[in-house]
T-cell receptor, first 116, second 113 residues
């Protein structure tokens, strides 16, 4: 079974530029998550999709971050414009149903973003 | 809002020694509890989880954790450390059926030869 795929693995941009990350979840997984992991901290949930609908985006900085999952499969996360504090690893995860403890989240390798 | 505390951002043990990584949480309802491991430049991998039932949970790679409601703790242990256990370990809690998943800050485990 193929795991969660993410691209690119690394990205370096100047502040005020825009950037996009892509995630392809495990086939058949209904729920997709985007996390931001700042160096030395635990991952923080940015947005959660159930199929192509948003379940939780309460911690997504909506003035600069956007995410979509149009066909309920793969997803993109965009930052426009980027700030220095956006430097982090962006993790994508997926789960079969999204029902909490009985449902395991599987993580991709992440995209490491550096904003100069 | 719930929170997760992991005592010790960095723990060092000798190979063959006991591993103990601490996790405490605050939650207003009985939570689901998780431990994840992250190797360098890799995503997170689930080690074990507690949902209901037996409070001592066994996971992969010889790790186990015990849910203690009275202490609001979910400490991770392994009887004998291996060099391959060196990684970052994250405790996480979910008290809203997948809609309020919070990670702790992580503990980096070093294993000394």
């Amino acid at each position: 079974e193929a795991g969660v795929a993410q691209s690119p693995r690394y990205k370096i941009i100047e502040k005020r530029q825009s950037v996009a990350f892509w995630c392809n979840p495990i086939s058949g997984h209904a729920t997709l998550y985007w996390y931001q992991q700042i160096l030395g901290q635990g991952p923080k949930l940015l947005i959660q999709f159930q199929n192509n609908g948003v379940v939780d985006d309460s911690q997504l900085p909506k003035d600069r971050f956007s995410a979509e999952r149009l066909k309920g499969v793969d997803s993109t996360l965009k930052i426009q414009p980027a700030k220095l504090e956006d430097s982090a690893v962006y993790l994508c995860a997926s789960s079969l149903e999204g029902g909490g403890g009985t449902d395991t989240q599987y993580f991709g390798p992440g995209t490491r973003l550096t904003v100069l | 809002a719930q929170s997760v505390t992991q005592l010790g951002s960095h723990v060092s043990v000798s190979e063959g020694a006991l591993v103990l990584l601490r996790c405490n949480y605050s939650s207003s309802v009985p939570p689901y509890l998780f431990w994840y491991v992250q190797y360098p430049n890799q995503g997170l991998q689930l080690l074990l989880k507690y949902t209901t039932g037996a409070t001592l949970v066994k996971g992969i790679n010889g790790f186990e954790a015990e849910f203690k409601k009275s202490e609001t703790s979910f400490h991770l242990t392994k009887p004998s450390a291996h060099m391959s256990d060196a990684a970052e370990y994250f405790c996480a809690v979910d008290d809203n059926y997948g809609q309020n998943f919070v990670f702790g800050p992580g503990t980096r485990l070093s294993v000394l030869p």
